[in-house]
């Protein structure tokens, strides 16, 4: 088993088509590929929580597990544990801070480049910390623009995010913007990705027609970021409706009426069949994601095929030790029971 750090898991994916390669796993090219319950979320007396997010993914002969914990003086944690099917052994347990920056950026990024507009030439982006950063730049390999603007409440951040960006993407034009209802009305794709607190930044009175919004920053029950009257006036695409519904956002949508059948799709099924994304040039879009289990075990994949072609990461042996099945009844029911 490898035990595979942040910094190894940056060296290992630099330059490595990332997007790429998740997309072609979040399509789920065969049937019943995929085993994925809802995520058990348990809040502490202190203010934080204990989050556990397990899949298992047939098609890529991965499962695992990711785990997030919060700590709300400390900061966040986050540790995948990643398990080859075949075997049932552990091969990895790693840092999973970059991995859920990169595979919740680089799935909006698959869906901006299947639903946005046909001329798409203005991305502006709400956030200025490394959830933002991730989420424009994986959204800039697939989505060529001929501007950006920056939104943020604080100007320096604004402005050193314009800067850096800037500085890795010189042909497009990347500026701060003073004001985010100015340059959301201005865009033709719009990024959130930021700190939600309990109130929505994003309205549909201030959307260009046609717009794509890529929400992905309200995920607990408290947070909202996109406004009730965008879920009612545009066609929504989630990347697991199930666990959207976790979100302020998917639950004031709920109530509201506007998530029931044949409203939302979810992004997979617009990989396989492109016809049920973007219905009319004038349409709003709305992406509406919350992160999966699914999504961090197919990037965390990734990463690992990679660790180990480049020799990287620190080998543990064999951790945790197999404790072998030895009775002929228990192993007759496992059998009965089709556990593979």
């Given at each position: 088993m490898l035990l595979i750090r942040e910094a190894a898991i940056q060296a290992a994916m630099q330059g490595?088509?990332?997007?790429?390669?998740?997309?072609?796993?979040?399509?789920r090219p065969g049937e019943d590929e995929l085993?994925?319950?809802?995520r058990l979320t348990i809040n502490d007396r202190m203010g934080g929580f204990l989050r556990m997010m397990p899949a298992i993914c047939y098609g890529i002969g991965y499962s695992g597990v990711k785990t997030m914990n919060l700590h709300a003086q400390q900061g966040v944690r986050y540790m995948i544990q990643l398990i080859r099917i075949a075997d049932g052994a552990t091969v990895a347990l790693m840092d999973a801070n970059w991995i859920t920056a990169y595979r919740t950026a680089a799935a909006a990024a698959i869906a901006a480049k299947h639903l946005k507009p046909a001329k798409a030439e203005t991305i502006t982006v709400i956030g200025s910390g490394v959830q933002a950063r991730a989420l424009l730049d994986s959204t800039l390999q697939v989505v060529p623009v001929k501007r950006v603007w920056i939104s943020s409440p604080t100007a320096a951040n604004r402005e050193r995010m314009a800067a850096d960006m800037a500085a890795l993407f010189p042909d497009v034009e990347i500026a701060p913007a003073d004001d985010s209802a100015a340059a959301?009305?201005?865009?033709d794709i719009v990024l959130s990705g930021y700190r939600a607190k309990n109130f929505p930044v994003i309205f549909a009175k201030d959307l260009k027609p046609g717009a794509l919004v890529c929400g992905i920053s309200s995920v607990r029950p408290q947070h909202r970021e996109v406004d009730v009257s965008i879920w009612a006036d545009s066609r929504v695409v989630a990347d697991d409706i199930e666990h959207v519904l976790e979100s302020g956002d998917g639950r004031l949508a709920a109530e509201k009426g506007l998530v029931g059948p044949g409203r939302v799709i979810e992004l997979w099924e617009v990989l396989r069949n492109p016809a049920l994304g973007r219905r009319s040039a004038g349409e709003t879009v709305l992406y509406k994601a919350v992160g999966t289990a699914e999504q961090d075990i197919a990037l965390a994949a990734i990463v690992y095929d990679r660790v180990v072609a480049l020799g990287l990461g620190e080998d543990l042996g064999d951790f945790p030790e197999?404790?072998?099945?030895q009775s002929e009844r228990d192993k007759q029911a496992i059998a009965d029971a089709k556990v593979v």
């Open positions: 490595v088509d990332i997007i790429g390669g998740l997309e072609r796993l979040l399509a085993e994925l319950p809802p959301i009305g201005a865009a197999c404790r072998p099945i």
